[in-house]
């Protein structure tokens, strides 16, 4: 697996987002929000995972997701 970064002129956000996926959501939610990160969720899409919401510093959305 690759991660490309690039460098240019700044576009408009259109949904675009990572995704992590992650073991316990409850506990990464925990520590988001005990260093002060606002978080959207928990949602689930039943039968397939659970996920939150959260932003960088720079305003991306990071999504947070558990596999049920």
């Given at each position: 697996q690759e991660?490309?970064?690039l460098v240019g002129p700044p576009v408009?956000?259109?949904g675009q987002h990572v995704a992590l996926a992650v073991d316990d959501l409850d506990a990464?939610?925990?520590e988001?929000?005990?260093a002060g990160v606002a978080v959207r969720g928990p949602g689930e899409i039943p039968g397939v995972?659970?996920?939150a919401f959260c932003?960088?510093?720079a305003?991306?959305?990071i999504?947070?997701?558990q596999r049920l």
């Open positions: 991660v490309h970064l408009e956000a259109r990464a939610l925990a988001l929000r005990t995972c659970r996920q932003a960088d510093p305003g991306n959305t999504e947070l997701n």
